[in-house]
């Protein structure tokens, strides 16, 4: 087990071995994952980022948000998944447009990011997304030395590296993602 210099106050245990923390498409792509992966208890209601970083004296320049966005193109609806550290926002109207090759590309709803990704709203996470989805890894990210993301529920946080991120199954990193 790593051991993790941003976890400030948690309790880190390594992930495999805690699945309970996590929404089910997170446990079951683990294995996705070439790296240590630490999982951490948090209160449910501590989960948005500026809140987290503050109860649990994490640097909030080591926590990723990973944000569902969909646009259309001849009718049909693209889903992507962009992961920008906390710090940034992501570049929607211009990077992930293009990349999607859509006209007009917006944050998907709550309850339709929801169900698509079995994941908790403010929860939702890189790791475990619909298989057909593009992950959109800002440079920064994929550069990180050791992130804090989410896990799927709003009641856990996965500590994990960036390299890992950047080589899930449908990783692209981006330079310039976020701004």
């Given at each position: ?8 106050t ?17 446990a ?23 809140a ?37 926002r ?38 475990g ?50 701004k």
């Amino acid at each position: 087990m790593n051991d993790w210099n941003i976890a400030g106050t948690l309790t880190v245990q390594a992930a495999a071995e805690r699945p309970d923390l996590m929404a089910e498409p997170v446990a079951g792509a683990l294995d996705s994952v070439k790296a240590p992966i630490g999982i951490a208890e948090i209160d449910p209601d501590l989960a948005d980022t500026a809140a987290f970083c503050e109860a649990y004296s994490s640097p909030l320049e080591a926590s990723a948000n990973c944000v569902v966005v969909a646009g259309k193109r001849g009718g049909e609806v693209r889903y992507a998944a962009a992961l920008v550290l906390a710090t940034t926002r992501a570049d929607v109207n211009n990077v992930i447009r293009k990349h999607l090759d859509v006209r007009k590309v917006s944050f998907a709803p709550m309850d339709e990011a929801v169900e698509l990704t079995n994941m908790a709203y403010g929860g939702i996470t890189p790791i475990g997304l619909p298989s057909d989805w593009p992950v959109l890894v800002d440079a920064a990210v994929a550069r990180a030395p050791e992130l804090i993301v989410g896990s799927g529920i709003r009641g856990s946080k996965l500590l994990v590296t960036g390299t890992a991120l950047a080589e899930l199954p449908g990783a692209d990193v981006i330079e310039g993602l976020a701004k």
